[in-house]
């Protein structure tokens, strides 16, 4: 078993630390509030994989996936939903342009919002439910104690998953002060907003 679990934690560390969506909007999230709202979106996204976890621990995921109906309203909405995330992004970039000349106060994001944004996120991507539906029972016996399995691996998962993301938000709070010059700090809006609208476009355009 511990094994097991040491395999598992290497095949899902590299994972996590692959850029994604959750990565992409912790980052943004992180300068557009501070430490504490990019510390809560990831707490967000974490509590979304747990989600996913009770889903695929109980089958729910399985019925998910195998109905492409379903399937694919929720990835429509989990991309719609990159999208706009994005644009606002991009939008928030040209107010402060904006406001480096109207001397404008852009209001920072309150952390709640950053929760909320990264759960829904994360429970807006469906291809969570097929990652846990065809990664997990590598390293679960099929038996009377698969269900406490999948459910250990799968906050293992959304555990390592924090870690990182805490991580991120810590690093780029820490670079506050160069990150708060108008010029660089427009110049990330943008590139959070660019890639959440290709990962948005991306989610909605791969098959199940």
Do not use: C
Request: charged share 15%.
């Amino acid at each position: 078993m511990v094994t097991e679990l040491a395999t598992f934690a290497g095949v899902s560390a590299v994972v996590i630390m692959t850029p994604g969506p959750d990565t992409a909007l912790t980052i943004r999230n992180t300068l557009l509030g501070g430490r504490r709202t990019g510390i809560a979106t990831a707490l967000g996204v974490s509590l979304g994989q747990a989600v996913w976890t009770l889903a695929a621990s109980a089958g729910i995921a399985a019925v998910l996936v195998a109905s492409e109906p379903a399937f694919r309203v929720i990835k429509l909405l989990g991309a719609a939903y990159l999208v706009i995330l994005g644009l606002h992004s991009l939008y928030g970039a040209w107010r402060r342009r904006s406001a480096a000349r109207d001397e404008t106060v852009v209001r920072p994001m309150a952390y709640g919002k950053g929760l909320r944004q990264g759960l829904v996120s994360n429970l807006g991507n469906p291809k969570m439910a097929v990652f846990f539906l065809s990664l997990l029972p590598q390293f679960v016996t099929p038996g009377e104690a698969s269900f406490a399995g999948f459910l250990l691996l799968g906050l293992v998962f959304a555990a390592m998953t924090l870690g990182w993301l805490v991580g991120y938000a810590v690093a780029v709070a820490k670079a506050g002060d160069l990150l708060r010059r108008p010029r660089i700090r427009r110049a990330l809006d943008g590139l959070m907003g660019a890639a959440l609208v290709a990962l948005g476009v991306r989610l909605a355009s791969e098959s199940p």
